[in-house]
């Protein structure tokens, strides 16, 4: 049964500076904040026994900035072992009160959430925030006198554009549910608000990519991408995503040139996108959606209406409230739909749409909206629907940090932030983004490596993604044989298993040292990768068809078995699919050390 509580607090009662207290989920939290002139107004609803829901509501008879306001509260540090954050990445510590761990969250960067979770990989308490569009900030720390965790949630500390009404509804939960677990609730709490409804994800969105950045950077040319195209359809990859480079023949890695979009590299792009379609795969072309370069013909168009210039950058961000600016960023994606009859965006830079110190937050000189943050939105949300009007199963990329929940309904695929070569880092945000993503395609930063690595050294990119949607970038015209065939391998292994690795039920193990172990399951088949020596626990019987992928470079895999004795057909594969064993094997309860080779994987069939 859902209880509900109501508090209400006159601002024409009470001082500038206003505490009020209230119970969430256990928890003794306070309200503090510059709140004259404002009614306020707490609605506590408990959903069940440990999660509850805060509804805070700010009413201003005339209207006014809103004002900052904060939520403290604090808890035993008792089998609090860190916090997960979506800024966190590979430090998931929790650091002392007077250097907190934060996350800044706001429309286009991070999202607004902390799950504090003991060594068992339990949720101790996750706090989280209605509130998308504005900044909010979280905290956490423990202090060294008491040994209390003190927490904060803050919100409009940055400045803002006057309002008669605001709510927001803060979300705490306590209950003892794995933490991934309870990250996936958070995700499905923001998708059931109307503002955040995810947009709809198309089934190629959800197969392997290949991307241009990384092996060919701005150098793109027609043929050559061909011929990679050739190659990768063969090998299970359904689209190309061409990077940046296409619009200009400046290769200094600025955006002085930004803002025309013209097909300066590649003139015959509408052949080039035809000729890849004549191959059964998809186009996607890379945009900085934000920028007008200094030396582009769109910038005497824009002059006036923008944000900022980023200064060695040579480019301008454009101003959302502006009308004019909305219409136009918005006729470039539906005209390069139409005339070139692309499959998808690339949406660079996004969070460049912000407020800066010196921003402007009225309604006055041609702008429509006071708010940057409002703006965006309802720029982006525009751009989506006015390119599923064109092509209702339009693919839509953001790379971290751009993840947040209102991100959802613009787009329908989030690619783990640039890491070129390093298979762990990818392996940490790939999972981060898994757990909060929901049905969004999650996609890993596009592999890359030395062509001169040893096939099982190159095969940790491919193992260390395996529970997300593969990009690679390295030119397969060039790599050697062996990595092609390893590429190959686990690019069919990932096909064939996907319904597990991408819908299944995912947990990444110990946040507190970067995952070492990640499982998924679906049905009556489990796929565990282990990047450690480490044991890798099986429940015997109790699924049908288990995968061990042995992820690191020793071949030294220790299986360790829990329940009543069963038996399995095994078999063992290298990382180019080579069967190296099989045979049966009993695994009754205890350890059990197997030989499989670095980077291979031993797959389990129960027999009994």
């Known amino acids: 049964m859902t209880t509900i509580m109501l508090f209400l607090i006159c601002g024409s009662l009470i001082s500038q500076k206003t505490t009020k207290e209230f119970k969430l989920a256990g928890q003794e939290v306070q309200l503090t904040g510059d709140l004259e002139g404002f009614d306020t107004k707490i609605e506590i609803e408990k959903i069940t026994e440990g999660l509850e829901i805060a509804t805070i509501s700010l009413s201003h008879e ?6 900052k306001f904060s939520l403290t509260w604090r808890l035993p540090s008792s089998d ?15 650091g002392p009160s007077w250097g907190p761990s934060k996350t800044k969250s706001m ?5 607004p959430v902390i799950v504090l979770f003991g060594h068992d990989d339990i949720n101790r308490l996750n706090f989280s925030a ?17 040994g209390m965790v003190y927490n904060e949630m803050t919100f409009f500390s940055e400045k803002s554009s006057a309002t008669k009404k605001y709510e927001v509804k803060v979300r705490f939960d306590s209950r003892p549910l794995p933490y991934s677990k309870a990250l996936n609730e958070v995700a499905d709490w923001w998708a059931s608000f109307d503002l955040y409804t995810p947009a709809p994800v198309p089934e190629v969105a959800r197969l392997p990519v290949y991307s241009t950045w990384y092996s060919y950077h701005q150098n793109v040319a027609m043929n050559e991408l061909l011929k990679e195209c050739r190659l990768a359809k063969k090998m299970g990859f359904e689209s190309i995503i061409v990077d940046d480079g296409w619009q200009t023949l400046d290769s200094n890695r600025g955006y002085a040139f930004t803002g025309d979009w013209e097909p300066e590299r590649i003139p015959e792009m509408k052949e080039f996108v035809q000729a890849v379609h004549d191959l059964d795969m998809k186009f996607i072309l890379w945009y900085a959606v934000p920028f007008v370069g200094e030396k582009s013909k769109a910038y005497e168009k824009m002059k006036g209406k923008f944000l900022k210039y980023w200064d060695g950058q040579g480019t301008y961000v454009l101003d959302p409230r502006y009308p004019e600016v909305r219409e136009f960023i918005i006729k470039t994606y539906v005209d390069a739909t139409k005339d070139w009859n692309l499959d998808g965006f690339k949406l660079d830079f996004i969070g460049r749409f912000t407020a800066y110190d010196d921003t402007d937050l009225t309604k006055e000189n041609g702008r429509d909206y006071a708010s940057v943050n409002e703006a965006t939105d309802v720029l982006m949300t525009n751009l989506m629907k006015s390119l599923q009007e064109i092509k209702p199963d339009i693919m839509i990329e953001f790379r971290q940090p751009y993840i947040g929940p209102a991100m959802r309904k613009y787009g329908n695929m989030f690619r783990a932030t640039d890491c070129p070569n390093l298979s ?4 940490i945000r ?30 940790l990119q491919m193992l260390n993604v395996m529970y997300s949607v593969p990009q690679i970038s390295v030119r397969l015209e060039d790599i050697p044989e062996d990595h092609f065939k390893m590429i190959k391998f686990y690019t069919d292994y990932w096909l064939k298993n996907r319904n597990v690795l991408l819908d299944g ?18 049905g009556n088949k489990k796929i565990t990768a282990v990047y450690n020596d480490l044991n890798v626990k099986v429940q015997t019987g109790k699924y049908a068809q288990i995968d061990v992928l042995n992820a690191k470079r020793s071949s030294q895999l220790v299986i360790l078995a829990k329940g009543e004795p069963k038996n399995y057909e095994y078999t ?25 080779p670095p980077s291979g994987l031993i797959s389990f069939i129960l027999t009994n």
């Open 130 to 146: 209605s509130e998308a569009l504005n900044t909010v900030f979280l905290s956490t720390g423990i202090k060294e006198e008491d």
């Open 430 to 459: 790939t999972s981060d983004l898994r757990m909060l993503s929901g049905n969004t395609a999650v996609h890993s930063d596009m592999l890359m490596w030395h062509y001169d690595e040893p096939v099982e050294v190159a095969a």
């Open 572 to 596: 063992i594969k290298n990382c180019m699919g080579e069967e190296v064993d099989k045979g049966t094997l009993e695994l009754a309860e205890g350890a059990h050390l197997i030989d499989v």
């Open 62 to 67: 005339t209207g006014a900035p809103p004002p």
């Open 80 to 94: 609090v072992a860190g916090h997960w954050g979506t800024g966190s990445f590979n430090d998931k510590t929790i």
């Open 424 to 427: 762990s880092v990818n392996r």
């Open 505 to 522: 039920d995912f947990h990444p193990t110990s946040p507190l040292t970067n995952y070492p172990i990640l499982e998924g399951s679906k």
């Open 107 to 111: 429309l286009a960067k991070q999202a």
